[in-house]
Structure formats: C-alpha cells, structure tokens
C-alpha cells in the first residue's frame, strides 16, 4: 500500500457544499466546515456525494495549500464503517511503518528465521488500528497466525510474522457484521472468541490501546 500523509478531521458538518463543471472533465466537490471557512474539495461525478447538514469525518491530503479529500476515507460521523476505518489505519500504519520496524528490530529479540517478524504492539500499529490491541491479538491467536516468543526490552513477549497480517486484517475487517443497532460494534466468525469487538471511528483511530 502507498503511503501517503493522509490526515483526518474530527466531526465536522458538511456546509456551503457546491458542485461545479471542473476542466478535466469531471466535477469539483467543494465544501467547508459549518461556522469556519475553511475549504475541501475534491473531483468526482456530477451527483453530490456528501448531504449538506450532516456530520462527517474526512480523510483529506493538503498539496498547495488545497485540502484534498480522499473519498474512501470519509465517512458520516454517526455510524462506523469498518471498511472505512480500515483503510484510514491502514494508511496510517503505512506512514509510520518505517518507525515501527526500526523500533521492533532494535528491542524485540528472538531466534525465528523463515521472515521477518515484528514485536505485537508495533505490528498491530502498522496493520490493526482500526481496532483494539486486544481484538488484535486474539484475532492473531484465533487464526494461528505465525508468531514466536521473543524478549521485548527484557520482558517476554510474542512476536507476529509480517507476511501476511495485512491480508489477515483484511479478511477480518470484510467479515463484520453489525451487533444491534450499535454504532461500532461489530462480529465476525473470524473471531467467534468475542461476542462483538469494536471498530473505531476514524477521529478515534489512534496508537492508544
């Protein structure tokens, strides 16, 4: 996945929105915050693809002074899209992947030898944000995913291997099913341990536990 420096809002409501003929061809979305006047844009189709007067988090890229939205980032603020989230942590975790490995392979200490493998807490940075540490660590279990126990700055620990936690991660995030009428609750048969786990709205998506 590429990284970018994707960044995100908190809840904002959609106001001012217009869409106008751009020269490439497509349509220019504009909108700004309710009560500021700051501005995102991005190009699409003619018809609006966000409802003037809701509430949204927007996942935007700045280039020239432009707030750039990137659609599949964004998502209304009242109710949480797995797919959504997952994308935004992902980009995220893409961002920091550099760090988080260089932090893993300087203090997490064991004798696999068939890949790389990355202490839990920084593979859950780079891959699972969207959900809890906790959620991600007995999904990790609930797979079998390959791991190995290492010693993490003294301390015993687990470490993951890299290959393949990002299409695990995929998996589990295209298996959810709302619980109830729940805004961030969800299930899965991918991890039939949890009665329901959650996902994190993108403003909540952060390296906190």
């Known amino acids: 996945m590429k990284s970018r420096e994707l960044k995100t ?19 220019l979305h ?12 991005f190009l699409a189709n003619a018809e609006p693809l966000l409802e003037q007067g809701s509430r949204y988090n927007i996942g935007y890229e700045t280039a020239n002074g432009i707030n750039w939205v990137d659609v599949s980032a964004t998502a209304k ?56 540490r906790d959620t991600f660590d007995d999904y990790m279990e609930a797979i079998n995913h390959p791991r190995v126990t290492c010693s993490t700055d003294g301390s015993a ?25 729940t805004g961030n609750r969800f299930s899965s ?3 039939p341990s949890k009665k329901w786990f959650q996902v994190k709205g993108i403003s909540a998506i952060t390296d906190k536990k």
């Open 9 to 27: 809002t908190p809840v904002i409501v959609v106001s001012n929105y217009t869409v106008t003929p751009d020269p490439s061809g497509k349509f």
């Open 77 to 132: 603020a009242d109710g949480v899209t797995p797919s959504v989230s997952h994308y935004v942590a992902r980009q995220l975790g893409e961002q920091r992947r550099a760090e988080e490995t260089a932090k893993s392979d300087s203090r997490v200490v064991h004798s696999a030898t068939d890949g790389h493998y990355l202490g839990k807490k920084y593979a859950w940075r780079i891959y699972g944000m969207a959900v809890a």
């Open 189 to 191: 048969p991918l991890l």
């Open 30 to 41: 504009v909108f700004t915050p309710e009560a500021t006047p700051t501005k995102y844009q």
């Open 157 to 181: 620990s687990i470490a993951y291997k890299d290959a393949g936690i990002d299409s695990a991660m995929d998996a589990l995030i295209s298996s959810c099913a709302r619980v109830g009428n």
